[in-house]
T-cell receptor, first 116, second 118 residues
Framework: DTEVTQTPKHLVMGMTNKKSLKCEQH?????MYWYKQKAKKPPELMFV???????INESVPSRFSPECPNSSLLNLHLHALQPEDSALYLC???????????????FGSGTQLSVL | AQSVTQLDSQVPVFEEAPVELRCNYS??????LFWYVQYPNQGLQLLLK??????LVKGINGFEAEFNKSQTSFHLRKPSVHISDTAEYFC????????????????FGSGTRLSIRP
């Protein structure tokens, strides 16, 4: 199994709603990532988890709250979002290695989020 | 800090013609370089990567890239494109991050849209 599965594929929410995005992988990867991608733009890193611990937070607003309940699952909890938060949210995973990176990222197909 | 510049936002090519997508990087430390492809309504998929060794890297779907340290470039090439190559292509870089020692921090370029004309 070399897939990263994201649910839901599409989500429409109001600014007062609370929703969650889910991501799952069964490749034994111990690093998981959330990226945000606006239309016609590159993915922007939001969070990185390594061994289920948050290791990178790219100054993301607190209305986005990540959670890594176990080594296979990654969630992104959403609350009080703004219309400008509408975007494709991509989850990725990779093997973990020492300093230097170079690991291949495996991406899910993303959740297309619209905030009304 | 590392950065990546993709010089062309769009590249139109006729089917079966060769193509080159340009990428330049900037870094004060050793880097790893990648090309990812994003087909419509999908996530990104790795085409190829350069870590060290031979400067000519071969990837999937007939693509290859050449690492040129003196010109700080990592251009992507394919000798003959197909309609199915229509996609967004992202050059990316990651480097030695002493603060983040257990996961990769990859920075993506702005992307190049490859459109294939029959």
């Amino acid at each position: 199994d070399t897939e990263v599965t994201q649910t839901p594929k599409h989500l429409v929410m109001g600014m007062t709603n609370k929703k969650s995005l889910k991501c799952e992988q069964h490749m034994g990867h111990r690093a998981m990532y959330w990226y945000k991608q606006k239309a016609k733009k590159p993915p922007e890193l939001m969070f990185v988890y390594s061994y289920e611990k948050l290791s990178i937070n790219e100054s993301v607003p607190s209305r986005f709250s990540p959670e890594c309940p176990n080594s296979s699952l990654l969630n992104l909890h959403l609350h009080a979002l703004q219309p400008e938060d509408s975007a494709l949210y991509l989850c990725a995973s990779s093997h973990v290695q020492g300093a230097g990176g170079g690991e291949k990222l495996f991406f899910g197909s993303g959740t297309q989020l619209s905030v009304l | 800090a590392q950065s990546v510049t993709q010089l062309d936002s769009q590249v139109p090519v006729f089917e079966e013609a060769p193509v080159e997508l340009r990428c330049n990087y900037s870094s004060s430390v050793s880097v790893y370089l990648f090309w990812y492809v994003q087909y419509p309504n999908q996530g990104l998929q790795l085409l190829l990567k350069y870590l060290s060794g031979s400067t000519l890297v071969k990837g999937i779907n007939g693509f290859e890239a050449e690492f040129n340290k003196s010109q700080t470039s990592f251009h992507l090439r394919k000798p003959s494109v197909h309609i199915s190559d229509t996609a967004e292509y992202f050059c990316a870089v990651s480097g030695i991050l002493f603060r983040y020692s257990s996961a990769s921090k990859i920075i993506f370029g702005s992307g190049t849209r490859l459109s294939i004309r029959p």
